[in-house]
Nanobody, 123 residues
Framework: QVHLVESGGGLVQAGGSLRLSCAASGRTFYAMGWFRQAPGTEREFVIRFSWNNGNTYYSDSVKGRFTISRDKAKNTLYLQMNSLKPEDTAVYYC??????????????????WGQGTQVTVSS
């Protein structure tokens, strides 16, 4: 059975940092990434990492502030979030894709999802 378990959310002041983790079990994936969803909005693409070739894709809103790291042995992906802004406040979801998806910003292409972790950035 496949599980994606997120951790690391919390409350931080604007300008601060947080690191989210996503531990995957049950199988390996072509790519993993993060989406976020604020109240009353649609789920928004944040970042995607391809285990196959190491390519990383960022949304414009987080480029230069968020980075990905990984522990392949643990099948775990980390999202380092720096220079956080109040508009980064959302539930962050880890997602896993079993294929090479060209339309990677579309949440529908992802096959598995974590339960979500809340990130709140105060001003």
């Amino acid at each position: 059975q496949v599980h994606l378990v997120e951790s690391g959310g919390g409350l931080v002041q604007a300008g601060g940092s947080l690191r989210l983790s996503c531990a995957a079990s049950g199988r390996t994936f072509y790519a993993m990434g993060w989406f976020r969803q604020a109240p009353g909005t649609e789920r928004e693409f944040v970042i995607r990492f391809s285990w196959n070739n190491g390519n990383t894709y960022y949304s414009d809103s987080v480029k230069g502030r968020f980075t990905i790291s990984r522990d392949k042995a643990k099948n775990t992906l980390y999202l380092q979030m720096n220079s956080l802004k109040p508009e980064d406040t959302a539930v962050y979801y880890c997602a896993a894709d079993t294929n090479s998806s060209a339309n990677y910003q579309n949440s529908a292409v992802y096959d598995y999802w974590g339960q979500g972790t809340q990130v709140t950035v105060s001003s």
